[in-house]
């Protein structure tokens, strides 16, 4: 018969072993490439929850890049940001103004290689959340101002050839940005990409895409996979070698 | 005769007159007692008397003058320049010995019967001037840079004497033509006839950049080989560099020529530029020049290849750009072989990877090659790996930077045989608890992680700043090779090497295994310490890698411009190492020579020499605790660009010019220097001047006088 002592002893052991075991199963905290969504007080932080499915494996199905399927939610407080390899920040309403502490921690962020790309969902110039997100991006690099991004970036070249970007809808055809040095850390649209990738958990699609319907969203996959490669690569396709190639399939 | 008073002439003439006026009143006075003739006669005496003190007043003195000779010292000269040393023309042996044959030998031994008839001094005339005693002469040698006529006559300038100088004309002159003596030339050698090649100057950066093309110019002179054509060759030890053809059109001809080739291998190299020896030459060591170049990389060019977009890529991207010494080319796998790609051509950014082309010819232009991460398997055949093995014997430099796709795939391949890790077989890749990194034992000791506090802010205790890093989420399994030396490893349960470090062949290599290294960035940028200790890391590895000198912990400072036999040279040493610092210099023929080391008093300064005692390229070797280092120095030898022609062109102008002659060795020489003696001879009146009145006879003559009035004056009654 077993005592309570023996019992116990054996519990502990078993949870032991389950917690160790959870551990090497959901592998390592930061693996290749994940979206880290930011929360944010006021406005709606979260307007397609479901687009990370569908981007992470049209990414793993095109590229040598490995992602995982899950996003984290974090705070600019999150002793952790500084990790992230995208930091991904979405919404349709104004939203309250950060505090001085977290413009610094994302001043902070940017300026030393970090990566943010946020998405106007509603995508109406000067009103809810374009007008909150432009306000802070002023506040935190005030040198610098979001600007519309040259069809010769790197992140239009960055996996694919872009000429324009998609979306669940077509507010512009290019992207904005802020450029430091030969680094864009900040890259932003109003077409609302997310919108285009998301995905109920029985595969439809949770948008359609207007006005260019399922090759706009296609567009958005395309926009999305470049920005991600952009955002683990950097200004590499400005390298000299991939000049000639580009060039010549342009002319295609 | 003549007169110098010792009063003025007026009141000589007043005290003339006076004394007449009394002598006259006084025979006026006494003629009344003695009558006239008696009177006259006292009168007289007393006048003569007088007139005699007048005269002593005038001071009459007789002058004679007598002329005098005085033949000059003679300074006998004998160049001793290296040119003396060489045959002269009179089948006597050397120029030198020409010379002292011309002094010394019987019947006719100039020097003895000079010295019967001068006051005869003998001096060799080198860079400066050396008092010679006749039996010094029989031992006198060559030695030295040209004589320095014009030092050496400004010297003997004071005392002024004939200059009789012997030599062949090679002299450093410039024509100072006040206060100076006009030498007697004797010129020694014979132009006619003479033959030689030289390389007369060589004018080559001490520098060089690799893969940057380098000119030497090249000056070559002839004698006696008009119309012939002869090669020039430029070669790095043995191995030929480049060469070129000349032609001599004139006798004596000149010409110069560039020699240009390219330095493809850093460090320091022994080059040589020579000439091949022509028959009849009379000298050949002058045919070869040394010179020493120090071949730098003007930036390190870094190829890597990452095998997918990663935190790890774009970090390491963004030190490798920031460093603007390292140009950087990269490769990232942006798709894997069953990836699907869903445009046509005309939409992709995609680029082949060129494997051939960088890994069968280009590899080479590399100083560091870099895998992150890289399954090389799915795009390159193995035998590639065997071209990276055998860059890496050359020379270069290899770093394989870990991940989850990576060392599994080594395992039997050229590249595991360079690695100086072994791969452990087991599942390879751990991505289960992360872990921290410390420094291991002989670590803290290595360049790569010798901090300091000019690193960055917070490297007081550089050992420390290792454990204060964010933990790695990933690495790989790998056993150190004897070969290997672990510089960090895991804190994990286990310890397992995360940074080892080896060589192979001439190369160095590196092993990082984990792929989480931009952690090391962003934590610290996230805890407030800024970005400097990932940035100092991957330039420390890199420069390590790729033998940078700045990363030397010993530092060997030469001087600039070699050096000349017999001058001491000074090696300064500064290490970081503290103490244990060795220095040995080894001359070209590879023995080792004499040399001193010794603390300046400044922490790790030292300050080395040695004497070279002959010419060619020296090595400099400082050994310490943790290696050894070498530097090479050129010493010109006494015979290297010598232009050795007899110069009597220039005998003759220095004797125009400084009022001097040239004779000839059939001259009767003796006969030709007195006759020089003679007009350079000393010439003096001597003048005698005997005063009248000091002498005893005009004494007495004045006391006789007086004795002779005074007894008469008693005799006849006046007294």
């Not at chain 1, 590499?236 to 991939?242: A, F, Q, R, T």
């Not at chain 2, 295994?513 to 931009?518: F, L, N, P």
């Given at each position: 018969m077993i005592s309570r002592r023996k019992f116990l002893s054996l519990g502990l052991a078993v949870a032991a072993g389950y917690l160790f075991h959870s551990r090497r199963v959901h592998?390592?905290?930061?693996?290749?490439f994940f979206f880290a969504q930011l929360k944010y007080r006021g406005?709606?932080?979260?307007?397609?929850?479901?687009?990370?499915e569908s981007i992470i494996e049209e990414l793993e199905l095109r590229t040598s890049i490995d992602g995982m399927k899950e996003r984290r939610i974090t705070t600019?407080?999150?002793?952790?940001?500084?990790?992230?390899p995208l930091l991904y920040m979405a919404g349709k309403y104004e939203f309250e103004p950060f505090t001085s502490q977290e413009r610094e921690v994302l001043k902070r962020f940017l300026t030393y290689g970090g990566f943010l790309f946020a998405e106007d969902?509603?995508?109406?110039?000067?009103?809810?959340f374009d007008r909150s997100f432009r306000a802070e991006m002023k506040e935190i690099v005030p040198n610098h101002d979001l600007k519309r991004l040259p069809s010769d970036h790197s992140v239009f070249r960055s996996f694919y050839l872009l000429e324009g970007i998609g979306g669940?809808?077509?507010?512009?055809s290019y992207l904005e940005g802020i450029t430091i040095d030969q680094w864009t850390p900040v890259i932003y649209s109003q077409n609302d990409l997310s919108g285009a990738w998301a995905r109920d958990k029985l595969g439809k699609w949770v948008h359609d895409c207007v006005p260019g319907g399922e090759p706009q969203r296609s567009l958005a996959f395309k926009t999305g996979i470049n920005i991600i490669v952009y955002s683990l690569t950097?200004?590499?396709?400005?390298?000299?070698?991939?000049h000639p190639f580009i060039k010549r399939r342009q002319n295609l | 005769m003549t007169l110098m008073p010792i009063f003025p002439l007026w009141l000589i003439l007043l005290l003339l007159f006076l004394g007449s006026g009394l002598v006259l009143l006084q025979y006026v006075l006494i003629r009344r007692k003695l009558g006239s003739s008696r009177a006259l006669v006292i009168t007289l005496l007393r006048c003569f008397s007088f007139f005699l003190l007048i005269s002593f007043a005038l001071n009459p003195l007789f002058v004679s003058k007598k002329e005098h000779r005085v033949s000059p010292t003679l300074a006998i000269l004998i160049a001793t320049s290296q040119s003396m040393g060489l045959p002269g023309?009179?089948?006597?042996?050397?120029r030198l010995e020409e010379a002292r044959s011309l002094l010394l030998?019987?019947?006719?031994g100039l020097l003895k019967r000079l010295k019967e008839k001068y006051e005869v001094k003998v001096y060799a005339l080198g860079e400066s001037l050396r008092t010679l005693e006749e039996e010094e002469l029989s031992r006198l040698r060559v030695g030295g840079k040209n004589a320095n006529l014009s030092g050496a006559l400004e010297k003997l300038g004071s005392g002024n004497p004939l200059v009789v100088l012997f030599s062949d004309g090679n002299l450093q002159w410039?024509?100072?033509?006040?206060?100076?003596s006009s030498p007697l030339v004797v010129p020694v050698g014979t132009p006619d006839g003479y033959k030689d090649v030289l390389i007369k100057s060589v004018k080559a950066p001490s520098m060089a950049f690799r893969g940057r093309e380098v000119t030497i110019d090249v000056t070559l002179k002839g004698y006696g080989y008009r119309g012939l054509t002869l090669p020039v060759v430029l070669k790095d030890g043995n191995r030929l560099l480049t060469g070129k053809s000349i032609r001599f059109n004139e006798n004596p001809s000149e010409a110069t020529l560039a020699l240009s080739f390219t330095p493809q291998e850093i460090g320091q190299h022994s080059l040589s530029v020579s000439v091949l020896p022509q028959v009849?030459?009379?000298?050949?060591?002058?045919n070869t020049v040394n010179l020493s170049l120090k071949v730098m990389r003007d930036k390190m060019r870094v190829l890597m290849v990452s095998g997918s977009p990663s935190m790890n890529y774009r970090f390491m991207r963004m030190a490798l750009k920031s460093d603007p010494s390292i140009d950087l080319l990269s490769f990232v796998?942006?798709?894997?072989?069953s990836d699907v790609l869903n445009v046509p051509l005309q939409e992709q950014s995609l680029i082949p990877f060129p494997v051939e082309t960088l890994f069968s010819?280009?590899?080479?232009?590399?100083d560091l090659l870099i895998f992150d991460n890289f399954p090389y398997h799915f795009y390159f055949h193995p035998k590639y790996l065997g071209a990276i093995k055998e860059f890496v014997k050359g020379g270069g430099s290899f770093a394989l930077m870990g991940g989850?796709?990576?060392?599994?795939?080594?395992?039997?391949?050229p590249i595991e045989e360079i690695l100086?890790?072994?791969?452990?077989?087991?599942?390879?890749?751990?991505?289960?608890f992360p872990s921290g990194v410390k420094v291991s034992r002989t670590g803290s000791s290595h360049p790569i992680l010798r901090?300091?506090?000019?690193?960055?802010?917070?490297?007081?205790?550089p050992l420390t700043l290792w454990e204060e890093l964010p933990t790695l989420d990933g690495f790989n399994l790998l056993e150190p090779k004897n070969s290997g030396v672990v510089l960090l490893e895991s804190t994990d349960r286990e310890t397992w090497p995360i940074l080892v470090v080896g060589s192979y062949g001439k190369g160095r290599i590196l092993v990082l295994?984990?792929?989480?290294?931009?952690k090391w960035y962003s934590g610290m940028v996230a805890k407030g310490r800024g970005n400097w200790a990932y940035l100092k890391f991957i330039e420390k590895m890199v420069r390590w890698l790729t033998r940078d000198?700045?990363?030397?912990p010993v530092e060997i400072t030469l001087p600039e411009r070699g050096g000349t036999v017999g001058e001491e040279k000074e090696v300064r040493i500064r290490t970081k190492?503290?103490?244990g610092v060795s220095l040995s210099v080894f001359n070209a023929d590879g023995i080792k020579i004499r040399s001193q080391l010794k603390a300046?008093?400044?922490?790790g300064e030292y300050l080395g020499s040695f004497l070279p005692e002959k010419g060619g390229i020296y090595k400099v070797k400082v050994e310490t605790l943790g290696g050894q280092w070498e530097e090479s120095l050129v010493i010109t030898g006494p015979?290297?660009?010598?232009?050795?022609?007899?110069d009597h062109e220039k005998l003759r102008m220095i004797s125009a010019s400084s009022g001097g002659k040239v004779l000839q060795k059939g001259d009767d020489l003796l006969k030709e220097i007195e006759d020089y003696a003679r007009k350079k001879e000393s010439r003096f009146l001597e003048e005698k001047r005997l005063p009248?009145?000091?002498?005893p006879l005009t004494l007495i003559l004045v006391v006789t006088l007086l004795g002779m009035e005074w007894y008469l004056r008693r005799r006849w009654g006046l007294i």
């Open positions: 592998g390592a905290p930061f693996p290749q406005g709606e932080w979260d307007p397609n929850p479901q687009f990370v600019l407080m999150d002793p952790d940001l500084f990790f992230y969902a509603i995508g109406a110039r000067g009103f809810g669940r809808q077509r507010v512009h950097s200004d590499y396709k400005k390298d000299l070698v991939h | 023309g009179t089948g006597k042996g050397s030998d019987e019947p006719r410039e024509n100072k033509s006040s206060g100076v009849g030459e009379s000298l050949v060591s002058n796998i942006l798709r894997t072989p010819k280009e590899l080479t232009e590399f989850p796709h990576l060392f599994g795939r080594y395992g039997g391949t100086p890790v072994r791969l452990t077989g087991k599942e390879d890749y751990r991505r289960d901090w300091s506090a000019g690193d960055g802010q917070g490297v007081n205790n295994a984990t792929d989480y290294t931009w000198p700045s990363l030397d190492e503290g103490s300046t008093g400044q922490s015979m290297e660009n010598l232009d050795g022609a007899p009248l009145w000091s002498t």
